[in-house]
């Protein structure tokens, strides 16, 4: 069952975006970025989910500067749920996995993340 599920209108962030020399405060502002587009992402929706798992998936219109699913960075993301009241925790008791997928050919380029239950839940995403 999918218990949430937003887009973020935002190229999606890599890992060499965020570390490629970068000084920390310039990290910092990247992350409360991301925390900011988060939240706007998410409106009022402030579901309380005890455990699950993290599908993200890179939705990116054209094939031009495809990053690698293992490349995708979404712990900005991660950390905002927690802030929000949404996750108790980021750790194994509550994220039991996290899975990424760069979609190519999307109507829109941004970064969806989907909250699910199960990991049978991950298959019906498609």
């Given at each position: 069952m999918i218990l949430l599920r937003f887009f973020i209108d935002e190229r999606p962030m890599t890992?060499?975006?965020?570390?490629?020399?970068?000084?920390?405060?310039?990290?910092r502002r990247i992350s409360e970025r991301w925390h900011t587009l988060t939240l706007?992402?998410?409106g009022d929706r402030r579901p309380r989910i005890d455990e699950?798992?993290?599908?993200?998936?890179?939705?990116?219109r054209g094939r031009a500067h495809i990053p690698d699913a293992s490349n995708i960075c979404i712990?900005?993301?991660?950390d905002t749920l927690v802030h929000a009241g949404i996750l108790a925790d980021d750790n194994p008791d509550h994220v039991k996995g996290v899975f990424l997928r760069v979609r190519t050919g999307s109507p829109r380029t941004g970064l969806?993340?989907?909250l699910v239950e199960?990991?049978?839940?991950?298959?019906?995403?498609?």
């Open positions: 890992w060499n975006t965020f570390y490629a020399g970068t000084h920390w405060a310039k990290r706007g992402a998410l699950c798992y993290i599908v993200a998936v890179a939705h990116i712990k900005p993301v991660e969806e993340i989907i199960d990991m049978a839940d991950i298959a019906e995403i498609g």
